[in-house]
């Protein structure tokens, strides 16, 4: 079974920038599709980016998009988001996950009951 561990989390101010990674126990190439989701205080999880199993497609939701970039780096097994200009509004509980069904990259998003998930990392944005 896959496991996935999320590092990069903490305390950021406003407009400032984190990069979070997840490093897969196993090859993550190509049999697994990866992606971002976190859950704010009060809020159900939802989708932050996807990237798909195969030809790198992503996906964004629509409050991150220009200002986070996923990307992946299957010979080091690991999934990585770059968030810059973060708000106040990203702070939240940031899991990463895997998927083997080929889903679309926004097909993964919009799925709660995916296959693996991390265990969670905490971002924060505050002054």
């Known amino acids: 079974q896959l496991q996935l561990v999320e590092s990069g989390g903490g305390l950021v101010q406003p407009g400032g920038s984190l990069r979070l990674s997840c490093a897969a126990s196993g090859s993550i190439w190509p049999k697994y599709a990866l992606g971002w989701f976190r859950q704010a205080p009060g809020k159900e999880r939802e989708g932050v980016s996807c990237?798909?199993?195969?030809?790198?497609?992503?996906w964004y939701a629509d409050s991150v998009k220009g200002r986070f970039t996923i990307s992946r780096d299957d010979a080091k097994n690991m999934v990585h988001l770059q968030m810059n200009n973060l708000k106040p509004e990203d702070t939240a509980v940031y899991y990463c996950?895997?998927?083997?069904?080929?889903?679309?990259?926004?097909?993964?998003?919009?799925?709660?009951?995916?296959?693996?998930w991390g265990q969670g990392i905490l971002v924060t944005v505050s002054s």
């Open positions: 990237i798909h199993k195969r030809d790198g497609s992503t």
């Open positions: 996950a895997a998927e083997s069904v080929p889903f679309t990259a926004q097909e993964m998003c919009d799925n709660k009951y995916l296959e693996v």
